[in-house]
């Protein structure tokens, strides 16, 4: 099996860029056009950057956007070891916080789930999204790749034809781009997904009925684990971004505004949910610095691909956040994409390019499965009644007190093996 640890082994960037070179109807050509510059359209760039393989990068935000932007946290050791593999680890194995377990706290009580001793040793990282990008743009710029930032009125041309193109405006101009490829990395919102004809596709979703209120605090850690916490007021969950900047989410109700929620507010909310029993536990507080909500959905579109189009990360899924697989998912697309591109320009063959749909698409299924299952373990669903609520606390009583059910939560949350 051609794991993560193999890829980039061939081609190792000898050949020249051709991305200047010029196309058909006086466009510029490239192999692989990539749209998005988010952890699924960088980390493809760098992975075919290392195969020799020509690629632009079309982002419609600018470089301090896409630098700042707050999301992800948690990194599987998969992708810990892939960022190492492509040598841009550097800073995040100086600034992670390295975690090797959770605690799920319920009815009073934390549980540890110890995933180095359920996974064979392995962890997660507590490193920023925006770190992660930050790190990819600068090695990327720095080897000779090419990121187009800014540009607008990005579309996908020809995908059923001979030509298959990208056009947009950059700097007050109009630009196309041939490619052999185009990687669809722009996001749940972007064009990609919309450019394969409906009859082409199914769409698979749904909207939960709760959100995430996510606050940046200025305060040390109250927890050395993330601690994940079932309460009767709702899930709250303590997650952190260094020891002096933490990061906290409440559920909130879908159509709630953050203007109704001051910062004393939140910190009451997250006071009474992740209360501890026996008083022996108290939660650090501190300015907060950011607000924001999050709307929880799952949605896979099947297939991945349609012709020389291939989607990669949200804009082919989504997961709800209660399981941090989301940008996990974008990478392992990437690595798939990225064997398959090197095996279809080397000696390798279309086997597994033609796989590529069904083999992300059974990872992707898995996550969600992971997600709604943890989604639905934490949180208090306004449709239940008494009933469904303490069939959720045998749930998690079962979830912490059997090894074959914790060893589960732990192999999924670490990661599964990424199978092609
Ligand atoms: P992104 O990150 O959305 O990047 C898409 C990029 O495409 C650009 N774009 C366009 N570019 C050109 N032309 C257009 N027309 C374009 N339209 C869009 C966008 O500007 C953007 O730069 O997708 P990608 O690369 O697939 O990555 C997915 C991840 O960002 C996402 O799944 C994660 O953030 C999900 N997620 C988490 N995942 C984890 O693995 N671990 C976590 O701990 C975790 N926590 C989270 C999360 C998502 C959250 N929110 C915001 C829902 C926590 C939260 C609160
Ligand atoms: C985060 O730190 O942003 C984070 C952590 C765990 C999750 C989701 C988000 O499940």
């Known amino acids: 099996m051609p794991g993560p640890g193999r890829a980039g082994r061939r081609g190792g960037g000898a050949r020249r860029p051709k991305w200047f070179a010029r196309g058909g109807r006086g466009a510029t050509r ?19 950057q290392r195969h020799g393989i020509d690629a632009v ?11 700042t932007t707050l999301r992800a946290g948690v990194l599987e050791q998969a992708t810990v070891d892939l960022m190492g593999e492509l040598g841009v680890a550097e800073r995040m194995m100086r600034q992670a916080q390295f975690h090797g377990g959770i605690e799920i706290r319920f009815g009073g009580r934390g549980h540890r789930i110890d995933f180095v001793r359920l996974t064979g040793g392995r962890r997660i990282a ?55 490829f185009i990687a669809g990395c722009d996001g749940f919102h972007g064009p990609s997904r919309a450019a394969i004809p409906e009859p082409a596709r199914t769409e698979h979703g ?16 109250s927890s050395p684990e993330l601690c994940y916490t079932h309460s009767d007021r709702g899930f709250a969950l303590l997650s952190t ?58 949605f896979v579109c099947d297939p991945m691909r349609y012709g020389p189009l291939f989607l990669l990360g949200d804009a082919a899924h989504i997961v709800p956040p209660t399981g941090a697989k989301g940008l996990n998912l974008a990478v392992a697309d990437a690595q798939t994409l990225a064997a398959g591109l090197a095996a279809h320009y080397g000696s390798g063959g279309d086997g597994l390019l033609g796989r590529y749909s069904e083999i992300c698409l ?31 606390l045998a749930e998690l009583d079962y979830l912490t007190s059997s090894e074959a059910a914790m060893a589960s939560l732990a192999e999924n949350y670490v990661g599964l093996p990424l199978q092609w």
Request: aromatic share 6%; with cysteine; charged share 25%.
């Open 241 to 298: 971004r260094s020891p002096e900047i933490q990061r906290m989410y409440i559920q909130v109700d879908p159509d709630d505004d953050v203007a109704a929620w001051p910062d004393a507010r939140i910190w009451e909310e997250l006071r009474a949910r992740t209360a501890v029993g026996d008083g022996g536990w108290r939660l650090i507080e501190g300015p907060v610095v950011q607000k924001g909500i999050v709307d929880m959905r799952a």
């Open 362 to 392: 059974r990872r992707a299924w898995r996550a969600v499965r992971f997600s709604m299952f943890m989604t639905r373990l934490l949180h208090r669903d306004p449709a239940h009644g008494p009933m469904e609520r303490r069939v959720q």
């Open 206 to 221: 749904q909207v939960l009925p709760f959100s995430w209120l996510g606050i940046l605090a200025q305060a040390p850690l």
């Open 126 to 180: 507590l490193y920023a999204q925006h770190e992660v990008i930050k790190d990819f743009v600068a090695a990327l710029l720095e080897r000779g790749g090419r990121i187009e930032f800014s540009v607008s009125g990005v579309a996908l041309r020809d995908l059923d034809g001979a030509h298959p193109r990208l056009s947009y405006r950059a700097e007050g101009g109009a630009r196309e781009i041939d490619c052999d």
């Open 30 to 48: 490239t192999q692989v056009g990539i749209i998005g510059a988010g952890p699924a359209g960088l980390t493809l760039a760098l992975l075919l």
């Open 57 to 67: 990068v079309l982002e419609s935000r600018s470089r301090q956007e896409i630098e």
